[in-house]
Nanobody, 130 residues
Framework: QVQLVESGGGLVHAGDSLTLSCRVSGFASPNYATGWFRQAPGKEERDWVATIGDSNDNTNYPDFAKGRFAAARDSAKNLVTLRIYSLTPEDTGTYYC??????????????????????WGQGTQVTVSF
């Protein structure tokens, strides 16, 4: 069965950078897209922050994340990462990775809402202090 396990969260200071990891296991092939979402404290919905397809040049970000969030994947290690630069307290929340199978090379510009992803990790908490 497919499993996604996030790690790398913690307590950081504003202005710091942080790399979150999502270890993916169980897919029969590397043809899957991974989305990153975050859930702020007190909010029910999970906000999309990045999607990466089956290659590192196949990514998509919402406007607020462009230039400050960077997703990457190492298929050999079954690892997807999210690097966040210049953290602010507004970045505080639980970060989730999610995956969905795609056809090879499928552009991820159309993958950006939580309902499109059917496999989720348990989340990792990021807290940014002043």
């Amino acid at each position: 069965q497919v499993q996604l396990v996030e790690s790398g969260g913690g307590l950081v200071h504003a202005g710091d950078s942080l790399t979150l990891s999502c270890r993916v296991s169980g897919f029969a092939s590397p043809n899957y897209a991974t989305g990153w979402f975050r859930q702020a404290p007190g909010k029910e919905e999970r906000d999309w922050v990045a999607t990466i397809g089956d290659s590192n040049d196949n990514t998509n970000y919402p406007d607020f994340a462009k230039g400050r969030f960077a997703a990457a994947r190492d298929s050999a290690k079954n690892l997807v990462t999210l690097r966040i630069y210049s953290l602010t307290p507004e970045d505080t929340g639980t970060y989730y990775c999610a995956a969905v199978e795609i056809t090879p090379g499928w552009p991820v510009v159309s993958l950006y809402w939580a309902g499109q992803f059917d496999l989720w990790g348990q989340g990792t908490q990021v807290t940014v202090s002043f």
